[in-house]
């Protein structure tokens, strides 16, 4: 699966990593340039310069524009050539490319499609931006197709194989797995009773031995995938015990890269920084070196991108990816054939 | 010469290497994962895990059975599933393949082929299990097709060139060369007499200047080249000089890239550690820094593995290097044949 | 533009390089070793051994002679195998080619194409060899396309933006940009009057804060490049300033690699040692920190070596380096014409 849905919203970048300082980042197998404009909004243009080829976020940001670091080609925040060495025949070949982009819930999202956006799409991601949790935000770059990520994220029996060592006490799939969809997206769904208590839960749940623990896992395309988990003290609701809600954004960089960026809201306990540098750690060494590493040796094992041409079998647990790799192919095949103007058979 | 003989014993490891903890490794561009069962004995099975083909070395060992270390399928040491969420119609698919191997002379010995393995084939190496010698194991990766290592082995007259400074003293070829083929394989013998000890000699020779030198190559296909050589004070027998015999086990790993392991039986003198530790270090100088040093600028010299197409020149010492070839390539070519059911060619 | 200017002097290497050990380099995609005889004369040869391939630079000079350090395989200087295990029909095929060098102006230059040199066209570089001169040789490996390198030197606009911490004080563009040419090759001038002096006259030009400041850059194809520039307190004469010969020589290794040679002749000022290492590497830092920083970054966003398939914009300052791509293209088309014994179109 080379392709990508192009009209939809990604997440490019975590509110923070972008300044009046550029920031280049491929996405989706095109070079974007970021940068804020003195108002305070993001702008992303094509990165690289019509004139040389170099990328812009070579250069650097002049008020609201942006000059080329090579010969010092001006483009304003809407992609224009505003240079005096640019004739107006030379302007319309020099216009960079212009991505809509939205600023929200810390994050910011990129249409990279031809089709006209639209802002309600952007998934709900608000308890990203509630003052009453702790917030934590990350990321890295994954050198595998961005579906196995997704389908990780969707099959969480990985847990107990492994993230043993971090986040699982061995026994969160002796549970119950469930797996559906609806126009909220794919869903797929553990419930464990009576488990020993993974190490995350063990500051929260004090002096609880045993528990009951779910991660309730939904993916929305082409790139979301919310996970709601916490843990219980036997048979009392849920409510009553410690739970996070996690965002994870996973943005294709290349066919066989991605750019995997994780939000986390936890309770807030008022914990000291330490806790915090911790908890970062530990879903550092989670996410990074125990499911990057796990997805790299398996892209590196793929003769491509094409998962179904490896033949894979396909467990009870694959539903929640099957569904999700069925219905982005879907919208893929649908936004292609939009572009070629044939209507879509039903 | 991409295309590799199947139906032969290769080593794959020394025994040494092989643990309860899995290895992997790739032969013949496959990947095969061993570990012992806690009977001791081996196996060899497809690392590549059926559901998302990840390395299954990846994982570990459970008593007889290997767990892979992504979402936790098993199977026995016959490589069939044994997981509780495989069907049996899913479980047929999820045989991974299993590999004849034998544990023999220090060596792990494995049959890629699919016809019948017969272990009466596997390669005398007797000395390299006798008590009364010295042993040395070691091993490296080359990155050069296999059959330029063979080449080398076969073709001792750049000990003077190669190995002026570790295990000749520039007049080994000073003498006589000869080579010819019969059942045993393809053989390469230089005799020298009269000329200046070689540093290697000189523990052993004490007080000799000059020495009359030998070196035997013999090489069996498809991988084992048996080098037996030694020095002796002029004009006195062979048996009353210094000798060692050599067991080089050439495995390709990839078209480019080669599995190297060598045993060598030397007489047992006694010698404390540093000595075994030099001799040791020395082989490691002579095998990798100059050896593969070599092989290796000449594949990157090579447009590809076609030995042939480069048009090379060949002298009289390379006669041993092409009867190997031509045998190879025949045992090949009735593989193949043997495979399509069609009568090799007589 | 893969292909080369074969029937053409290049500069191989600085005199300074080649001794009586061999050098290997590759130059137009060959391999050539190169070395001096017992009189001091280069030679340079085809740096492949015809019996197994690998570098004859690994090998070793004896007298005026080249061993293979493989199997000591021996040449003479003239790439005659001398080889006693070579017979009278193998000796024919052992030939190694033989490149016509010629030693100038401190540098070594090789003809790489098959018609008859002529050393006369060898450019003139007198003034690197001009004893009244203080002289700085330097070079290193871009890893981008040859042209990108001339157009680079062609087009020194790009002084105010990539060298602004360097050589530039910014205003280098604000003069006047001339371009032409002629028989003596592709010219292009800058001519800035009263302009902030540059940091690299501060020394030279005391007291002074404006400066009148001149640039001429002229390529002779296919790989040279004078560039005479210097400054001048404001209305004085460019002969009361400070000024510099710069000889810039750009020789192709790959297609995507490029030697990049420069030779500096300043003023003899009678400068200590620390000044002159200063002023190396300030040079440094320009040439290859910041000017390769960028060509490697082109050339990483161009899918290949074509420039013009990128479909680059023009501008007016664009004018020598179009002119001298479209006469080295022309260069080629004739030289492959004469191969083919076809008549050059008007």
Redesign the interface.
């Known amino acids: 699966m080379d392709a990508y849905l192009r009209n939809a919203w990604y997440v490019a970048a975590w509110s923070g990593e972008i300044s009046h300082t550029p920031l280049g980042r491929r996405l989706l197998d095109e ?1 974007v340039v970021f940068y804020r404009r003195s108002d305070g909004t993001v702008t992303a243009l094509q990165d ?1 310069c ?6 812009l976020s ?2 650097k940001i002049d008020g609201d524009n942006i ?7 001006r483009f304003d925040g809407n992609g224009t050539c505003i240079d005096h ?2 004739n107006d025949m ?1 302007r319309a ?2 216009k960079l490319r212009h991505y809509p982009v939205e600023e929200r819930y810390g994050a910011i999202w990129i249409w990279m499609g031809q089709e006209t956006p639209n802002k309600d799409l952007i998934p709900d991601c608000g308890f990203l931006v509630d003052p009453a949790r702790t917030m934590l935000f990350d990321q890295t770059l994954v050198k595998a197709n961005y579906m196995l990520e997704i ?1 990780n994220l969707l ?1 969480l ?2 847990l ?3 993230h043993l060592s971090t986040i699982s006490a061995g026994s969160f ?1 002796d549970g119950v797995f469930k797996t559906w969809q609806d126009d909220a997206g794919v869903h797929t769904t553990w419930w464990t009773e009576d488990c020993v208590i993974p190490p995350q839960f063990v500051p929260y749940l004090v002096g609880a031995e045993r528990v009951d623990q779910w991660a309730d896992s939904t993916w929305k395309a082409p790139g979301i995938v919310y996970i709601h988990s916490g843990g219980t003290r036997c048979k009392q609701p849920r409510e009553s015990g410690y739970w996070i809600e996690q965002c994870h954004c996973v943005t294709p960089e290349t066919a066989t890269t991605t750019h995997y960026f994780w939000g986390i809201a936890r309770p807030n306990m008022g914990e000291p920084p330490e806790v915090s540098a911790f908890a970062r750690q530990r879903l550092r060494q989670a996410f990074i070196s125990e499911d990057a ?2 997805l790299e ?2 892209q590196r ?2 003769k491509s991108t094409d998962f179904w041409a ?8 694959d539903g929640g990816a099957v569904r999700a790799r069925r219905t982005l192919a879907k919208l893929i095949r649908a936004e292609q054939e939009r572009a070629l103007g044939v209507a879509v058979a039903s």
């Open positions: 070079p690289r019509p004139h040389r080829f170099v990328p070579l250069g000059v080329c670091g090579y010969h010092g080609l060495r640019c030379l070949d020099a389908d099959d029996s990985h107990d194989y492994v799939t590493t796990m040796a398996q094992a793929m490896e033949r894979p079998i396909v467990l009870p647990e």
